[in-house]
């Protein structure tokens, strides 16, 4: 078990740049989701997936944001023409069913100046 | 919906105890508890299913009353390492996943 990790650990682009952000799960794990988290506050969740398929993506999601978790293994999450309100970490997590314990990378903490 | 967790922060002095309670307005099929200390990732604590079940650390005490869709974290006997910020997840009835997070309890333990 090496853990969840998470690349690059910190991202600054400019306003209207795409960053991509990708995570590697725990091997044995089906499940993987993406949250955002601001300072001061509970993980925010985005999306997640069951093996390949994306099960569920947040509302509050602007189309701007796309996730893909191609063969069931790494997933990569896509933020289109960023705004400075998209500054945040961006945590991933895997999980071996819908009720284990979720294991969370370290994020990748975006600036967007 | 977000689930409301109280209180939104607590200071103790080593070795007291502490609860941390987290409600929701919708049926929960189960609820977690994690711990996540400064420029940390979230660490898992335990989960609570509906029908009793329980999963997590021996050391770590919760309750989840199924009709009132709150649980509650019980911190005995606290310790420094106990410091940090506790987060409640939900994952409601009839959901395939999707877990949902309050907005945090500051813990923070003194000497």
């Known amino acids: 078990d090496t853990g969840v990790s998470q690349d690059p650990r910190h991202k600054i682009t400019k306003r209207g740049q795409n960053v991509t952000f990708r995570c590697d799960p725990i091997?044995?794990?089906?499940?993987l989701y993406w949250y955002r988290q601001t300072l001061g506050q509970g993980p925010e969740f985005l999306t997640y997936?069951?093996?390949?398929?994306?099960?569920?993506k947040s509302r509050l999601l602007s189309d701007r944001f796309s996730a893909e978790r191609p063969k069931g293994s790494f997933s990569t999450l896509e933020i289109q023409r960023t705004e400075q309100g998209d500054s945040a970490m961006y945590l991933c997590?895997?999980?071996?069913?819908?009720?284990?314990?979720?294991?969370f990378g370290n994020g990748t903490r975006l600036t967007v100046t | 919906q977000q689930p409301v967790q109280s209180p939104q922060a607590v200071i103790l002095r080593e070795g007291e105890d502490a609860v941390i309670n987290c409600s929701s307005s919708?049926?929960?099929?189960?609820v977690h508890w994690y711990r996540q200390k400064h420029g940390e990732a979230p660490v898992f604590l335990m989960i609570l299913l509906k029908g009793g079940e329980q999963k997590g650390h021996e050391k770590i005490s919760a309750s989840f009353n199924e009709k009132k869709q709150q649980s509650s974290l019980y911190l005995t006997a606290s310790q420094l390492s106990y410091s940090g910020t506790y987060f409640c997840g939900t994952r409601r009835s009839g959901n395939t996943g999707k877990l949902i997070f309050g907005q945090g309890t500051t813990l923070q333990v003194k000497p």
């Open positions: 091997s044995e794990h089906n499940r």
């Open positions: 997936f069951q093996n390949e398929a994306q099960l569920e």
């Open positions: 919708k049926a929960l099929y189960s």
């Open positions: 997590a895997s999980a071996q069913g819908a009720d284990s314990p979720l294991h």
